[in-house]
């Protein structure tokens, strides 16, 4: 994103600090840059980030880091020292957001607390992600999402049921953790315009937002005392819904919750009288046939290559989609023309990267990729001299590189 552009972005002039590390706290950041909002991100000088070393790496730079933080200002300071306390206190002057992502108390052991910082600028909003929260019996203990997903219910419901509790092959508590964290953020600051500008603090554990998205497990046993199991590709809510081998070794994705959606599911398969079955003649119906509903299903779907199976359940206005890996989607038609995947000069690395694009679509101010992730202290000089005044020889002093 170009300054012109940063301009008239929906979060221009929103100034967010990061003191966050890995996936959850920087994701939040990442959606804020995404829209304009201008994300310095203060990293300890020795190594920075450990999600800088985190997955596959190309010249010994990590990947990940690239599209996590992209769109951010790098600076290094060690906050275990009064001068990286001092800088940090500068660039909370004016400040808007602050996220932070360490372990229940360290930021009072340093002397930070949110008393501390709300009387430097009683309009911070201080994002404070952790394992298990600010409060509660759990509040001391280390905190990762592999956990969040394992206590949630996530694990013991995915999989299939002759095989173990499964943990998602994605970080998905940390980075739906970074979806809430960026709405979370921006609520505090509209409800800091009608509050006479004082800010509060958002307190975000990863697996609060991971135990809503479990959807109805929850209200179901409580009111019926029902434990949702490991159901495979299953839906308990509706049926069929799953994947299906194609005559070509592929797989199909196949959902219908409705009579009239399984009525065209059924004659792109070639199926017409299936529908009329009263077995499957309403949802409930074909949930508790599911096992002959799914064989008949699979019968049929491995009559069709992949291809052929997609365009006719187009024709039929039926619902279905090629499971896609990683190299099938990035050359997908329809997310290239949206920008779902999008590319992204990086002056580190010296080439095009692709990435995952900017999530929606404003009509007005839409979001923009400014940078890949930005090389360790890119930002000192411009961050720590041009805008707060510290001289070269007090960053010596420090151990701060320019």
């Not at 409580?222 to 819904?241: F, N, Y």
């Amino acid at each position: 994103m170009s300054k012109s552009e940063a301009a008239g972005a929906a979060l221009a002039g929103i100034r967010v600090i990061e003191l966050a590390n890995l996936i959850a706290g920087p994701s939040i950041g990442m959606l804020l840059a995404d829209y304009g909002a201008e994300v310095t991100k203060l990293e300890q000088p020795e190594g920075g980030d450990a999600i800088r070393t985190w997955g596959n790496r190309k010249n010994g730079v990590g990947l990940y880091h690239k599209a996590l933080n992209r769109g951010k200002r790098s600076v290094t300071a060690d906050l275990r020292t009064e001068f990286g306390r001092g800088v940090l206190k500068k660039l909370l002057a004016d400040a808007d957001v602050l996220v932070e992502s360490f372990r229940p108390g360290t930021l009072e052991k340093w002397g930070l607390g949110v008393d501390v910082l709300h009387a430097l600028n009683p309009g911070l909003v201080v994002v404070r992600v952790s394992g298990f929260g600010q409060t509660g019996p759990y509040r001391d203990r280390s905190g990762f999402g592999s956990l969040a997903e394992a206590m949630t219910g996530f694990a013991y419901s995915n999989g299939s049921p002759d095989r173990p509790p499964a943990l998602p092959g994605v970080a998905l508590a940390d980075s739906s953790t970074g979806v809430a964290g960026a709405f979370l953020a921006l609520a505090a600051l509209r409800a800091r315009d009608g509050n006479g500008g004082r800010g509060q603090v958002v307190d975000l554990p990863i697996y609060e937002t991971l135990l809503t998205l479990t959807g109805p497990q929850v209200i179901e046993y409580d009111q019926l005392g029902v434990v949702q199991e490991r159901t495979g590709g299953r839906l308990p809510l509706v049926s069929p819904r799953n994947t299906f081998r194609t005559k070509d070794d592929k797989w199909v994705a196949l959902s219908a919750g409705t009579r009239a959606v399984f009525e065209r599911l059924c004659r792109a398969l070639d199926l017409p009288n299936l529908a009329d079955d009263p077995r499957f003649a309403d949802n409930q119906s074909r949930r508790a046939n599911i096992d002959v509903l799914e064989q008949m299903l699979q019968e049929a779907v491995g009559s069709f290559d992949q291809a052929e199976l997609v365009r006719r359940f187009n024709e039929h206005d039926a619902p279905a989609a090629p499971v896609y890996s990683v190299a099938e989607l990035v050359a997908d038609p329809h997310f290239l023309a949206r920008e779902n995947v999008t590319r992204v000069w990086d002056e580190e690395l010296g080439c095009e990267l692709r990435m995952q694009g900017v999530i929606g679509r404003m009509s007005a101010t839409p979001g923009a990729i400014a940078s890949a992730g930005p090389a360790l202290g890119a930002d000192n000089r411009r961050v720590l001299v041009e805008e707060l005044g510290f001289s070269e020889q007090e960053l010596a002093a420090a151990g701060i590189p320019l």
